[in-house]
Each structure stands twice: as C-alpha cells, then as structure tokens.
DNA sequence: CTGTTAGCGCATTCAA
DNA sequence: TTGAATGCGCTAACAG
C-alpha cells in the first residue's frame, strides 16, 4: 500500500461520508447536489447527518477535475506598480467581479503582474481558472502582446477598458465610452468660455486615457488650442510641481482638464498654491468621480465612470460565454456622465 | 468507454505531450518541476519542444487532487458594503498578498461577503483554498463568530486587525498597533495645548477602530476630556453633517481626531464651512495615511498605517504555517509612525 | 535515466 | 432506489 502525503486528517471526503451513513459514495454525491428524486428520504437524512457530524465539506479539486472546470475566473492586472489595488478603478472593477461571481458559485482570483514577462511567470504558467479578465496599461503594442499571450491560454478572454486585437478569438472587449465623456467636458469648458485647454495625462499609458484624449480633442474642435501635459502619476507631490512648473513658465490657460480626478486635484492645489482662484480664473474637470473626489474643493466637474459595473458585466458576460461557448457580443460599451461641481463657472 | 463531459480539445494533458515526445508521463513531469538530474538532456529537449508545440501548461486540478494542495490562499472581507474592496485598507492588504503569494506560486481568492450568512454561503461550501486570511467588521461578538466558523473548516486561519478567540486553534491575528498610534497623537495634540477632544468614529464598527479608541483615551489621559461622536462613514456628505451639526450645537473642541483620514478629512471641510482655521482655532488628525491624505488641506497629522506590510506579512506566515504544520507565533505586532503635517499647531 | 503502478475526490455511466 | 466501475491529470514510490 502507498501512502499518501498526508491530508489533514480531519478533511473529510465522500468516502467517509459514505461509510458512516453506510452507503455508496454515489447515494451521497447524489444527495450533495440536490438530486432528491434519486436518493430516499430515509437515507438522505442518514446521510446529512454524516455530513454534518464529520464537518463535511465537498473538495473542489476532485469535482474540477471531474467536471473539467475550476469554477474560478482570474482577474488579471499589468500595471506599473506593484500596489496595483491602489488604482480606484480597479478595485471597483474586481468588486464588481467578486461579487456577480459569487452569487454564482465562482471565485475570483486577483493577480497583479508588473509587465508581461512576470505575468507568463505567474498565471501563464499552471492553468486553475475557466476564464479570464484582464486589466492592461502600458503602450498599445505591449498591451497587445499581453493579450495575445492570453489568448494563447484556451480560455475566454474579457479585455476591459481596451479593444481586442483583431487576430484574438474567443474574446469580448468591454469599456466605458471615454470618448464621449471627454467630449462632452470639454464642449461644456469650450461653451463656458474656454479658448486654451490644458489636458494633463499620466506618463505610463493607460487605453482609457488614450480614448480620454481624443475625446478632449474632439470636443475643444477648432475652438480652443489644446496643450498636452504629462506628468508622473504615482507621485502626487511630483504632479504637482510638473503643473506648477507649466503655470510657472507657460502662463495660464483657461482651463485644465485631468486625465483623472487624482491629476486635476493636483491641479487645483498647483493653482491654489499660485493664488489662482478656481473656476473665476481656471476652469478645471477631472474624471471618474469615486469618492476621494470630495476630499478637495472646490468640488470637481468630473465624469462619472461605471468600473463596478464594468466588473459586474465582465463577470456575467463571462458566465454566459462558459454557458453557451461563445460570447454574445465582441464589444459592450457602457455610458458615462458628466458629474456637476464647482469647478466649472455656473 | 465513457465519454466525458468534452474538455475543450485544445486543452493538452501531460499525456498528449508525453505522447508527442514518445516518452512517458512521469519523464515529463519531472522535466516540469525542474528535476532535471532525473532526465537526460536530448529527451529533456524533445519534451520541451512537445510542450511549445503543443502549447502545454500544467493543469493544476491534477496536481491539487495528488498533492492535496490548491494552491491557493483566500482573504474573506466581510463587510457591509458591498464594494468591499473600496476600502484602502483592504485594498492595501489584498496587493501586499497577492503579491506575496505570486512569488511563491500561490494564487489569492478574493471574496467579500455582507454578513455571516452569506459567508457561510459561499466559501464555506465548499474547499478550494488551502488556508485563509479573514478581515472582519462589525461588533466583537459577530466577528468572532465569524472566525469560529470559519475555523472549522479545517484551514490554517490568519486574522487580520483582531485578536483570536481563545478557543480558536490554528490560527494566527496579525495587527498593526493601532493603539500606540492614536495614543502618540492624541498625546500631541495635548502637548500643543488641546484641553477637548473630539473623536470621530463610524457608526459601523471595526477592532482597529476600538482600539484606536482606547489609545485616545490613553493618551488624552486625565489632562483632555474625550467626546465621542459616531457617523455613517459610507456616506461623505452625511459625516460632514454630522459634524457640522456637532459643531453649531456643542460649540468647538480644540482638537478633532477622525477615527480614519476620511473622517479627518469631512472634518476639516465642515470647520472650513464654519469660517474656522485649522490648526489655529482647531487641530484635526487622521489615521492611516494612505495617498489621498495629500487631497485635502491643510495637510492631516495622520498615523502610516502598514496595511500592505500586513498583508505581506499575512501571506508570508501562512506559507510558512503550510510548510511547518504550525504557527511561529500566535499574533504578530506591526508598528506604525506618526505622519507630520499642518493641521496641528507647530 | 526512464517506465509502471496506484490513487488522490468526484460524477457519469451502466448494472442491479 | 442504490451500487460498482471508470477515469479526469498529476506525482510519489518503486521497478527496471
């Protein structure tokens, strides 16, 4: 007789259920996933009670291999920083997952990569989960990689706030309308008066602030000059100094519009710190309008963005494609508003 | 024969490489897990290549049903928001984890629940972490019904921000010492002059915030008298409201100590509302210190809260817990700094 | 250095 | 209504 590495000896399996209700493994299984009509109501009770003296618990590892499923779906991110749940965005995104896949029996399973190398050190490398999400920053071309490396895992493949490369089957891209909710801020500062735009982005590239920026660009038209500024996001205080530094030496515009909420706060303090009063002298927007953006005043124009839902879509439209074997819809766009403030002349 | 369920045909199995390289299995799971002295160079490179070929990766359900390991870590968040992972703290936990466990081939398993019930619901149905970090909120009697549940599961259990109940085995509380913390500040805010303080704690209750309180009242001594003022944290609006209305019936404290940097941060916009300076006329602090402490202004005396050394630190043990068959150390104490700042008098 | 055997927990299939 | 056999993918133990 072999043994075995030793489980825990108090992890208890079907067997054991089974010999102490004295019957089959199967009459418990059958019991264990409801089958009612194929168990008798005497023995089913002999057998909830064994189930419940032993502390039973159904281990996954021999139903996944069974069934071919993991009943888990991972949500991967790349991202420059290694507190990649730092990013509010994201944590809305893997809230909304978490919960949509709970209520259907299925885990979520984060995982946080600096740059693709580390990803097909990690995820790439043993396959636990059904399906995938992903979060991906960086320059387009690398982003593309990254997906395309996924691809390669036979699973389906949820991009969120970026397009899927054409050459990437078995996957759904979902996003937020950006662009519209760029535009839309940046006609309401051009109606408001605005005739120089100062548009201030992250340094390390994120598709949505791609998608912002062109947004920008249309709605300011030929109307207003638009200047790009670009600053180092991971540092508040360093963006500060970089829009400071721009106010210092290229006078000021009408308005400054952040890539996000974080930037243009950083630009209310820079203009602040300048005696510049906000909207009178400047007009500033950010974008996002998660809840810190309270935390300063004047209270900011923003954009409100759907990350929760982004994350509640992802997860359900992955559901369904693990149903039905293949995605409804290549592409789901979900709508933005702009979020009144104070930041804006009335 | 039976016919199985259908895997995805794309999906290859040790055996389809082991069959393309014309060798056998066992020869190529040891080539995976890096045996190298037990297979030789040429068929080495024949199985690599097979694995490239085919685009093999090991499945994990297999290795989990031998080994009796999923290799896999939960963090359970019970909290009442259903965005649970909007709050920083946790935030900060989940990536020092996630991270932790990624180097070591572990995946982390996110999953926030409401309640007890809906816990038991979910996770406890069914096995599929090896062991489990918990971060609970509510009253101490809940929450240590929560960790009593969750300790018959038969998994190694780190808690995280409380202490263990006794008659809880296997398990570990790891915690940063919120205590020392609040009592240094309060102790600052007396040295500058305070003679009343009020604290601010949300009305839904955490152990980190019990303890904080404590320390206040350690630290305000005999020499401040300390009033207590509960809010609904989730809303911003309202916690300013709360304060405000504090402030028009009460008259104004010399010193308000918010329970978490957001609380400070209402604080110092309904004194700001009232015309009144901070820190001449009050001193304000916070408590964590995380980035958007830099939102507002005046810059908050805050605590640095290590919450993504907690989870590292989490992380790091459970493995340790899993290799050795027990905890080093029933509770793990993490230090933590008073923040500078200008919102208490120089 | 390489192959064979056996079994982890579970659910499908077929037999009683 | 219940049971027995089978095999999912993988690796420890042992045999060659």
Redesign the pocket.
Same mark, same amino acid.
């Given at each position: 007789?072999?043994?075995?590495?030793g !489980?825990p000896p108090s992890?208890p399996?079907?067997?054991d259920v089974a010999e102490r209700a004295?019957?089959?493994?199967?009459?418990v299984?059958?019991v264990?996933?409801g089958r009612h009509? !194929?168990?008798?109501e005497?023995? !089913?009770i002999r057998i909830l009670d064994a189930i419940e003296a032993l502390g039973y618990r159904? +281990?996954r590892?021999?139903?996944s291999?069974?069934? +071919?499923r993991e009943f888990a779906i991972a949500l991967t991110i790349i991202h420059p920083d290694r507190r990649f749940l730092d990013d509010p965005y994201i944590t809305q995104v893997a809230a909304g997952m978490s919960n949509a896949l709970a209520q259907l029996g299925y885990a979520l399973v984060i995982n946080g990569a600096q740059e693709l190398s580390s990803l097909e050190a990690t995820i790439v490398r043993s396959a636990s989960v059904d399906a995938m999400a992903v979060f991906a920053s960086g320059p387009a071309s690398t982003r593309a990689k990254a997906y395309r490396s996924l691809a390669r895992l036979h699973h389906p493949l949820i991009i969120l706030q970026d397009a899927a490369p054409r050459d990437v089957a078995d996957a759904c891209s979902i996003l937020q309308d950006d662009a519209t909710g760029a535009r839309d801020l940046a006609r309401l500062l051009v109606a408001k008066g605005a005739r120089s735009v100062l548009f201030v982005v992250p340094r390390h590239a994120w598709p949505a602030i791609e998608r912002r920026r062109k947004g920008v660009e249309a709605g300011v038209g030929r109307t207003a000059p638009l200047e790009l500024l670009v600053c180092d996001e991971a540092d508040f205080e360093a963006v500060k100094a970089t829009i400071a530094r721009r106010l210092d030496e290229g006078g000021c515009p009408d308005a400054i519009m952040g890539a996000n909420d974080q930037i243009a706060i950083a630009a209310l303090q820079a203009l602040g710190a300048r005696g510049l009063r906000v909207p009178s002298d400047v007009m500033v927007t950010g974008f996002n309008a998660f809840a810190f953006r309270n935390f300063s005043s004047p209270l900011l124009v923003s954009v409100s963005s759907p990350a929760y839902a982004l994350g509640d879509t992802a997860a359900r439209e992955l559901m369904l494609r693990l149903d039905q074997g293949r995605f409804n819809r290549p592409r789901i766009l979900l709508p933005v508003d702009v979020v009144p403030g104070e930041s804006v002349r009335a």
């Amino acid at each position: 007789m072999h043994t075995v590495t030793g !489980r825990p000896p108090s992890m208890p399996s079907l067997k054991d259920v089974a010999e102490r209700a004295k019957v089959s493994v199967m009459t418990v299984s059958n019991v264990i996933n409801g089958r009612h009509e !194929r168990v008798g109501e005497e023995t !089913r009770i002999r057998i909830l009670d064994a189930i419940e003296a032993l502390g039973y618990r159904p +281990q996954r590892r021999g139903r996944s291999l069974r069934l +071919q499923r993991e009943f888990a779906i991972a949500l991967t991110i790349i991202h420059p920083d290694r507190r990649f749940l730092d990013d509010p965005y994201i944590t809305q995104v893997a809230a909304g997952m978490s919960n949509a896949l709970a209520q259907l029996g299925y885990a979520l399973v984060i995982n946080g990569a600096q740059e693709l190398s580390s990803l097909e050190a990690t995820i790439v490398r043993s396959a636990s989960v059904d399906a995938m999400a992903v979060f991906a920053s960086g320059p387009a071309s690398t982003r593309a990689k990254a997906y395309r490396s996924l691809a390669r895992l036979h699973h389906p493949l949820i991009i969120l706030q970026d397009a899927a490369p054409r050459d990437v089957a078995d996957a759904c891209s979902i996003l937020q309308d950006d662009a519209t909710g760029a535009r839309d801020l940046a006609r309401l500062l051009v109606a408001k008066g605005a005739r120089s735009v100062l548009f201030v982005v992250p340094r390390h590239a994120w598709p949505a602030i791609e998608r912002r920026r062109k947004g920008v660009e249309a709605g300011v038209g030929r109307t207003a000059p638009l200047e790009l500024l670009v600053c180092d996001e991971a540092d508040f205080e360093a963006v500060k100094a970089t829009i400071a530094r721009r106010l210092d030496e290229g006078g000021c515009p009408d308005a400054i519009m952040g890539a996000n909420d974080q930037i243009a706060i950083a630009a209310l303090q820079a203009l602040g710190a300048r005696g510049l009063r906000v909207p009178s002298d400047v007009m500033v927007t950010g974008f996002n309008a998660f809840a810190f953006r309270n935390f300063s005043s004047p209270l900011l124009v923003s954009v409100s963005s759907p990350a929760y839902a982004l994350g509640d879509t992802a997860a359900r439209e992955l559901m369904l494609r693990l149903d039905q074997g293949r995605f409804n819809r290549p592409r789901i766009l979900l709508p933005v508003d702009v979020v009144p403030g104070e930041s804006v002349r009335a």
